[in-house]
């Protein structure tokens, strides 16, 4: 009898202790940590399925908005340091809430494949990082932009632009920012096929123009030009400039989220625009006519074709005795791409717009070649989309897996925000936690940034591998030394 009960007792204990297991994992669900990093990306490792794929580099763009150097150099003039505070008297306002370190957790998490992970700087360097860790790099601007007499760059467009240039950055790599994380496992596939010549993304705006009759929207506002600030106009910009080239479409914004990018595409799209490209990469600060970084590239993936230009020259146009000459008899084809009646009047035209876009002052006595035909967009975009019907990429287009999480300026709506992550989160792979905290009053700003800190604990409460143990700090935390003191 009494074995009986010390038996059953322990059935009891045993029971608890299995139910108690299965609240906890319930709960407090485990990080689905994947452990084994490989040498070489992918290559070698257990996922028998992504065995071959080529090694991937994650990028992120990083600011320390608390840093008083970055501040300084970023609102003052340089010659009139001193005033600083005077003349921008909320300069601290711009925190830093760690999110770097919360996203960083997330990718160790659930996308542990990345080879590299690079950091890109304003020369600032996280006081909590473990810059000895291999697979971390801190990268400054003059490390990588072509022009360092540009610098110094505030401008997050100019930036991305450039940081294809990063020495030893993998062809294939995802450009991500600090406010955005990975909420299970993702892998690869999510973003470009294995042989990295079908890219996906989904959308959740449609892009913004403004025509005679029409008047295009973002989320679900009616917009007008002096309304949008520089993202939104820059937007506007990239899309009017596409209009003109590959003709009028409904072109909708990708979301805040990594992306896969290719270093041989960015160069292409550069050769492709050289004059926004430029223009951007040399703005210090954002602008209305930025060459937009994630929607200038993936609707150029999206749409451009694939047209041989020398090869239609030579057998459409050329003059039969030289063959670099444009035969003067063949203007019916250009005027026919060109939506134009077949005329002298059409003719001056094109030939004004050629001149004017290879900077010839005279177009008379212009004699037309090859080569000056291939550098007029006017010319080279008309005949791709006339007479080419293929594409020079494949896009696929996937059920959205974002969420974008405002975070501010309202308590309620942030809250409401957070609840419906919740609900949808079995389908959301990335989500980006936007904040925007009040100004005028700084007792509801740090309730709706504890909200945040609150989800990102929760849900990134382990440290990853690359963060400093024993709650160690870096004690240098800007590569170029400088300190408040240099500014007196």
Partial sequence: MKNNFSNRKITIVLVSVFLFLIVLKFFYPSQNKITEIPADNIKGSVWTKYKDWPPIDLVYTWVNGSDPVHLKKKFC?????????????????????????????????????????????????????????????????????????????????????????????????????????????????????QDGKTFSTDFYWTAVESHSKRQRRIGH???????????????????????????????????????????????????RFPIQSQKTIRNQYRHRDDFQFQFSYFWYLIQEKEFNFEEYFQNNLADQ???????????????????????????????????????????????????????????YNA???????????????????????????????????????????????????????????HELAIKIENIMLNFLKKHYHKPSQFELKDNKRNSVLRNDGLTLDDFD
């Fill in 77 to 193: 003039d340089a010659l009139d340091f001193k005033n600083c505070y005077t003349k921008y008297p909320n300069i601290n306002g711009f925190t830093d809430h760690g999110e770097l370190k919360y996203s960083l957790r997330s990718v160790d998490m659930y996308m542990s494949w990345v080879r590299k992970i690079y950091i890109v700087t304003n020369n600032q360097i996280p006081n909590w990082l473990n810059t000895s860790n291999p697979r971390i790099q801190i990268v400054s601007l003059e490390d990588f932009y072509e022009d360092p007499s540009t610098l110094p760059s505030f401008s997050s467009p100019s930036i991305q632009h450039q940081i294809y240039r990063i020495k030893g950055l993998s062809e294939y790599f995802i450009s991500m920012d600090d406010d955005n994380f990975i909420t299970k496992p993702s892998w690869p596939d999510l973003l470009v096929s």
């Fill in 221 to 271: 506002n009616e917009v007008k030009g002096p309304r949008l600030n520089e993202f939104l106009e820059s937007i506007k910009y990239v899309d009017t400039l596409y209009d003109q080239t590959y003709g009028y479409a409904y072109r909708s914004i990708m979301p805040h989220a990594p992306g896969v990018f290719k270093k041989s595409i960015m160069e292409e799209l550069h050769k």
């Fill in 383 to 441: 005949l791709a989309n006339k007479y080419s019907s293929k594409l020079k990429y494949n896009f696929k287009f996937v059920d959205s897996r974002f969420r974008f999480i405002a975070i501010g300026p309202r308590l309620s709506r942030t809250k409401f925000n957070i609840k419906e992550y919740y609900r949808n989160k079995d389908k959301i792979n990335f989500i980006c936690l936007n904040d925007d905290l009040p100004t005028g009053d």
């Fill in 321 to 379: 005795i030289n063959n670099n000459l444009f035969d003067t008899n063949k203007w019916n084809i250009l005027t026919d791409a060109l939506g134009l009646k077949y005329h002298s009047d059409s003719i001056k035209r094109i030939t004004r717009k050629i001149a004017r876009e290879n900077h010839i002052l005279q177009e008379d006595g212009m004699v037309l070649t090859l080569q000056l035909l291939k550098k007029s967009d006017y010319i």
